[in-house]
């Protein structure tokens, strides 16, 4: 159960980045909501994953999805580059994670 929590931590960590860059554009309400609601689900995930994980190996997963998935939203929403350095570089950092996952 720990690494699903901690998976949901990373997944509300890339909902909160996706935030801040939504609430640069339309400051409004529901942007704000979703910016505190995004990085408080994703702290208290991640406070529940590091209960078992070493914390070396749970920050560095956490910020490992959500830097990957902010770069990946960010192609997909707001037109950022897609080449294939770039992508390469997106895959090690999530190679990285799975390789602490194995090795925990």
Not at 13 to 23: P, Q, S, T, Y
Not at 49 to 77: D, E, H, N, Q, R
């Amino acid at each position: 159960m720990n690494w699903v929590y901690l998976i949901l931590a990373g997944v509300f960590e890339m909902i909160g980045v996706l935030m801040i860059n939504k609430m640069h554009k339309d400051r409004n309400l529901i942007s704000i909501v979703l910016l505190v609601a995004g990085f408080g689900l994703s702290f208290l995930f991640l406070s529940l994953a590091m209960k078992t994980l070493p914390m070396g190996t749970a920050y560095a997963v956490w910020t490992g999805i959500g830097a990957s998935g902010g770069a990946i939203l960010g192609m997909i929403f707001y037109g950022e580059p897609r080449n294939a350095l770039r992508i390469l570089c997106i895959a090690m950092v999530l190679g990285s994670a799975v390789g602490l996952k194995l090795v925990s």
